[in-house]
């Protein structure tokens, strides 16, 4: 299932994703959108937040449940600000969430196979469209190290894996024909290419 006027930025850590809502809320048409991420600022969310920072050591299965009950709350909840994200859709808010379930398709399918986080995903709508932001490892890992601190998946040898399967899952989606439009975008290039070309898509849906 679609979920009209959601969109979605996936990539690895450094891609630049936050940087591209960043810009997005700059605009004069910025009241059109509803910003939001995963992990959310519910209960869950907070907590997975502390995880990501190495403050909470999980089995890798407990942290892909957990990550789909965030989730779930993004969409249908009401516990934190950015939850309920299926409402504000249906209200005509176009919903641009940074990071989604195809982040747990390939995070969390390192390190706890990819069977889990299939079954636990496999219920979410797609979103109308998906943004990729496709980079190498090392560039990415640059830019991580410019803010001074890294999370627990931000290591050469884990983003090298967590790439492979993103370009793995959006060439199954694609073969999919499942309505969701992908767009690949070279996140090594400059921020004002990489925005113009996201521009160009997300003005279709004014």
Not at 17 to 30: G, M
Not at 80 to 99: A, Q, T
Not at 100 to 126: D, H, I, K, M
């Amino acid at each position: 299932m679609i979920l009209k006027n959601f969109v979605v930025f996936e990539g690895i850590d450094g891609a630049g994703t936050s940087t591209q809502i960043n810009i997005l809320k700059e605009k004069k048409e910025a009241e059109r959108f509803f910003f939001t991420a995963e992990p959310t600022d519910s209960p869950t969310g907070k907590f997975l937040r502390t995880v990501l920072k190495g403050n909470v050591e999980l089995d890798p299965r407990t942290s892909a449940y957990l990550f789909a009950a965030d989730r779930a709350e993004h969409l249908w909840g009401k516990s934190g600000s950015n939850c309920g994200i299926e409402k504000k859709c249906s209200d005509g808010k176009i919903v641009i969430s940074d990071r989604y379930f195809f982040s747990s398709l390939t995070y969390q399918s390192v390190t706890c196979g990819e069977e889990l986080p299939r079954l636990l995903n496999s219920a979410f709508p797609l979103p109308q469209i998906l943004f990729f932001f496709k980079i190498s490892p090392e560039i990415s890992l640059k830019r991580v190290d410019v803010r001074g601190e890294r999370e627990i998946y931000e290591k050469i040898d884990f983003l090298q894996a967590t790439e492979e399967r993103y370009e793995k899952l959006m060439d199954e989606y694609e073969s999919k024909n499942t309505g969701m439009k992908i767009v690949r975008l070279d996140a090594s290039k400059s921020k004002e290419e990489v925005s113009a070309q996201i521009w160009q898509e997300l003005s279709k849906l004014l």
